[in-house]
């Protein structure tokens, strides 16, 4: 039986986690209720979250181009399972490259926990339309430095807080979002999705606040 998880459109079954996702009206070349479903090939919910995220992000930068209306089904399958080995590439690379620097898998596993502990917390703060540089003074960035974050991992905070704006701001997140303020009575409005957003990204991080913390 499938178990559904906090990030939109992914599920375990067994031990192995999956991303379905519903394929939106605007591909008019597919038919309705059709849906994409893929084997992500993890066990691990971290990394099987960090993925659907993307997909998420993918799936909704697709539905507001202008081709959307004339992309088939099986072309929509052959660019999510590109990006799927796209990305499971890039998490073979991660975990190589800890382990040529003499660290363990859980290691960079809890480093990446709280980096993306801090984006979301950057999110809570900032909301999913104020753009952050990273640069200079900004306060997302002086925030970071201000807590201990050494500066090689601002740039990685720095991706993953703009790939989740993005999120928030997709229309795939934002139905789930109004669903959700329709169950509990909330009036849609963007004060009150970016309340919503903010008690989303309202995650808890680990013990530790820097990434070195510990070592």
């Not at 079954?13 to 996702?21: C, D, E, K």
């Not at 003499?102 to 984006?119: F, N, S």
């Not at 009036?187 to 808890?204: F, G, Q, Y």
Request: glycine share 6%.
């Amino acid at each position: 039986m499938a178990t559904r998880h906090d990030v939109a459109n992914l599920e375990r079954r067994g031990h192995t986690f999956y991303w379905r996702a519903r394929v939106p009206v605007r591909f008019r070349q597919v038919r309705r209720q059709a849906r994409l479903s893929f084997s992500l090939r993890l066990s691990d919910h971290g990394k099987a979250a960090y993925m659907a995220r993307r997909l998420n992000t993918l799936l909704a930068d697709l539905t507001v181009r202008p081709t959307a209306a004339m992309t088939t089904k099986d072309q929509l399958d052959q660019i999510f399972r590109a990006e799927i080995e796209r990305m499971t590439a890039h998490l073979e690379d991660v975990a190589f490259a800890a382990r040529r620097a003499g660290l363990t898998d859980d290691v960079r596993e809890m480093e990446v926990d709280i980096e993306v502990g801090w984006a979301y917390r950057l999110i809570q703060l900032f909301g999913t339309t104020r753009a952050l540089s990273f640069e200079g003074e900004c306060p997302g960035r002086s925030m970071l430095l201000r807590h201990g974050i050494p500066e090689p991992h601002v740039a990685t905070i720095a991706e993953t807080f703009r790939a989740e704006q993005a999120e928030g701001r997709s229309p795939v997140f934002g139905r789930a979002v109004r669903e959700q303020m329709a169950d509990i009575g909330l009036v849609d409005t963007l004060a009150n999705r970016e309340r919503r957003w903010s008690c989303i990204a309202r995650k808890p991080m680990r013990s530790s606040t820097s990434p070195n913390a510990g070592r």
